[in-house]
């Protein structure tokens, strides 16, 4: 589970980055790698589940997003808990 925290990032910066950034993570969504995604009501950054082996996975995985220089990410692992198994 990520908490990313957007610093650094003017409007227009944003706004130039914002086609190919939504296009980045529209892949991960469809090959599974975010589970899920929200955004903050203030705009300023996004919470993100995510699959990935390790720390070092996760920034390798972000690292492709166009905002990654500006994010600030707090990492806090998790793990799947199948319903099923309650």
Request: net charge negative; no cysteine.
């Amino acid at each position: 589970m990520l908490d990313i925290q957007l610093e650094k990032l003017d409007h227009e910066t944003r706004m130039k980055l914002l086609p190919r950034e939504q296009e980045v993570v529209k892949e991960l969504e469809e090959n599974g790698t975010i589970v899920a995604n929200y955004i903050k009501l203030d705009m300023s950054g996004i919470f993100i589940v995510m699959m990935a082996a390790d720390t070092e996975d996760v920034h390798a995985i972000l690292s492709t997003l166009p905002y990654y220089p500006y994010m600030k990410i707090e990492i806090t692992p998790v793990r799947v808990v199948n319903s099923i198994n309650q």
